[in-house]
């Protein structure tokens, strides 16, 4: 996902052409009107800028429309992700398994509290983690007298990972289940909400998710009691009684009041979102599966398509980029580079050597714009644009 700011910013189109946005927030906010300057003209005027009423309120719904018991609001997806491994008590000496392509967060935590990402190859048709290299990876892990602690399934680009795989190998190996559905909230694996899915789920809403907030926020999901109350305590310094005990090392991690009451707004439109997402990629499904490898959803999941990802032979994939943005279309590559090839990540073991799944995808995906408020109109300019300069 993109790591600054909007996407429209991080894609810009050539002065000569109409733009069209990678991903459209403007006409989200147009839709949405004035509610969300009123949401957040309300909290100016309330001052409760911090653990305002609109934050617990946003917890609750965010809960509700999950189906799990408990949501933690915080600061960012990564800070999510964090919490949730400090609250475990996970350390030095554990393995925390991380697929190889996703971005960076996911795996990022890990070193945070000294433990070790092990790195896990995905399946070429979905992206998502493959079970077989997670068993593999645990292996790994044992030979090197790591202790196999947590797994972290990613819900890349929107579609929930393979649960019915992946939560037996987790429960015959003592694994903690921790989802990570930045890009996957929303989604549903047999009908499941992802949230409602292993022992918790951290989600992010930077403002290009398919839920984002104006600026940075994330949540935590679970129906575990125990585990929220220590969350909250990691969320406000490791508080005890107040923010003046501290029992344990924790960080500053609050979701701002305001983020709160931009959310509540988006979440209400949210499902109606979810569905126009929907139209849109199957539509150019139909008009682009000749010519290219076009996204394969499991029948047991929906996606929330967070990206809308082609791959095409390597080579192709950059001479189309090029192409395209010439037209005026920005296009985006989720990932370069494999976690396990990243120069800050390589030191760290994998399943194998070489994780030949993701090391290829990073090769051959190519994103197209995505978004609740692609018009027809817009989407059959890309689909031509992208026949054209492929010569079909
Ligand atoms: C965006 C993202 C995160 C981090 O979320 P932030 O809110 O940006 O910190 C974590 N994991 C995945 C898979 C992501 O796409």
């Not at 400090?86 to 000496?93: H, L, P, Q, S």
């Not at 921790?178 to 694996?189: S, V």
Request: charged share 20%; aromatic share 8%; net charge negative.
């Amino acid at each position: 996902m993109p790591m600054t700011s909007t996407a429209a910013q991080l894609h810009p189109a050539p002065a000569f052409a109409q733009p069209i946005p990678f991903i459209d927030l403007a006409a989200q906010k147009a839709r949405l009107g004035p509610k969300v300057d009123q949401a957040v003209q309300a909290v100016l005027d309330s001052c409760r800028f911090v653990n305002g009423p609109e934050v617990t309120k946003f917890e609750a719904e965010l809960a509700a429309f999950a189906g799990a018991k408990y949501a933690v609001s915080c600061s960012s997806g990564t800070d999510a992700l964090a919490m949730l491994l400090m609250a475990w008590g996970i350390g030095a000496g554990d393995a925390v398994f991380c697929p190889a392509f996703t971005f960076c967060a996911t795996a990022e935590v890990v070193p945070w509290v000294g433990a070790t990402p092990v790195f896990v190859d995905v399946k070429a048709d979905t992206f998502n983690m493959d079970p077989a290299s997670l068993e593999q990876a645990i292996a790994v892990a044992k030979e090197k007298g790591l202790t196999p602690k947590v797994v972290i399934p990613v819900d890349l680009f929107g579609q929930p990972a393979d649960y019915d795989a992946i939560l037996p190998i987790a429960a015959r190996h003592g694994l903690k289940v921790l989802c990570d559905t930045a890009q996957g909230f929303g989604g549903t694996w047999n009908n499941k909400r992802t949230g409602s899915i292993g022992d918790a789920t951290a989600t992010s809403f930077f403002p290009a998710k398919p839920l984002g907030c104006y600026g940075d926020g994330g949540a935590i999901l679970t129906d575990d009691a125990d585990l929220v109350a220590v969350l909250k305590s990691v969320r406000e310094h490791g508080q005890g009684v107040d923010k003046y005990e501290n029992v344990r090392i924790g960080m500053t991690a609050r979701l701002d009041t305001i983020q709160a009451a931009v959310l509540l707004e988006k979440l209400a439109i949210f499902e109606d979102e979810i569905a126009a997402r929907e139209k849109v990629a199957r539509r150019y499904n139909e008009a682009l599966a000749d010519i290219a490898t076009v996204p394969f959803v499991d029948p047991r999941a929906s996606s929330v398509w967070a990206q809308y990802t082609l791959r095409f032979a390597p080579g192709v994939r950059d001479a189309l980029a090029k192409a395209l943005q010439a037209e005026g279309i920005p296009t985006a590559v989720y990932y370069r580079i494999a976690m396990h090839r990243q120069p800050a990540y390589a030191q760290y073991p994998a399943a194998a050597d070489s994780l030949p799944v993701a090391e290829g995808l990073c090769a051959e995906v190519i994103s197209l714009p995505m978004h609740a408020y692609l018009d027809e109109a817009t989407q059959d300019k890309i689909i031509a644009a992208v026949r054209r300069a492929v010569g079909k």
